[in-house]
């Protein structure tokens, strides 16, 4: 299983970016997807995920709203696109599998730990 994150970049306050997670080797309706996110001395934070075969969705509180993610099984790519967003959003962004948080709900989400495989991250920078 392989996972590679891409599309960060710098953008101003307000703009939008879309983030791709490029995953082979597994099954993306009988994975969890999640992003998660760590800022320069902050703890890495779950922003959204995605379930299996049922395709639930989850976010964050700091997010909802202006995040949204997304799945192309055809192309077995994950995407998450930030609208609106802050300054406050810089860090580096992950994407990560796993195939038993798949029917655990919105665990995905907040079992970072739990995670069994890890891309490489993408740095979002947020900044006028």
């Known amino acids: 299983v392989q996972l590679q994150a891409s599309g960060g970049g710098l953008v101003q306050p307000g703009g939008s970016l879309r983030l791709s997670c490029q995953t082979s080797g597994l099954d993306l309706d009988s994975f969890a997807i999640g992003w998660f996110r760590q800022a320069p001395g902050k703890a890495r934070e779950g922003i959204s995920c995605i379930n299996g075969r049922e395709r639930s969705t989850y976010y964050a509180d700091s997010v909802a709203g202006r995040f949204a993610i997304t799945r192309d099984n055809a192309k077995n790519t994950l995407y998450l696109q930030m609208n609106m967003l802050e300054p406050e959003d810089t860090a580096v962004y992950y994407c990560?599998?796993?195939?038993?948080?798949?029917?655990?709900?919105?665990?995905?989400?907040?079992?970072?730990?739990?995670?069994?495989?890890w891309g490489q991250g993408t740095q979002v920078t947020v900044s006028s």
């Open positions: 990560a599998a796993d195939p038993s948080l798949t029917l655990r709900g919105n665990s995905c989400l907040f079992a970072g730990s739990e995670y069994d495989y």
